[in-house]
Nanobody, 128 residues
Framework: QLQVVESGGGLVQPGGSLRLSCAASGFTLDYYEIGWFRQAPGKDYEGVSCMSSSDGSAYYADSVKGRFTISRGDARNTVYMEMNNLKPEDTAVYYC?????????????????????WGQGRLVTVSS
């Protein structure tokens, strides 16, 4: 079964940091793009970060460039997203997601639930 499972998240003060983790199973990241979406209250899904299956290049939404970093773990089926200098507007439910149809370069440029395989989501709240 194709599946991704997230861990991490929680409550953090503005300027703080958090790390999200995603473990994939049932498919290989050699052929699937994998990354993170988020949905803030009252808003559509937004592609935040994404790692390409072709060369491992990382893509980011403009709103998080310089603050968020997506990376592969030592375990080949694991990806992380480090979130630094968090802002209240980063508050959202964050989802790990994977897909073989869409490209990372596409999903970070627009809103929508474009990927095929989704985790349950992890709430990140940035508040003082």
């Amino acid at each position: 079964q194709l599946q991704v499972v997230e861990s991490g998240g929680g409550l953090v003060q503005p300027g703080g940091s958090l790390r999200l983790s995603c473990a994939a199973s049932g498919f290989t990241l050699d052929y699937y793009e994998i990354g993170w979406f988020r949905q803030a209250p009252g808003k559509d899904y937004e592609g935040v970060s994404c790692m390409s299956s072709s060369d491992g290049s990382a893509y980011y939404a403009d709103s998080v460039k310089g603050r968020f970093t997506i990376s592969r773990g030592d375990a080949r089926n694991t990806v992380y997203m480090e979130m630094n200098n968090l802002k209240p507007e980063d508050t959202a439910v964050y989802y790990c997601a994977a897909d073989f149809r869409f490209l990372c370069s596409d999903v970070v440029k627009q809103r929508g639930r474009l990927f095929e395989i989704w985790g349950q989501g992890r709430l990140v709240t940035v508040s003082s």
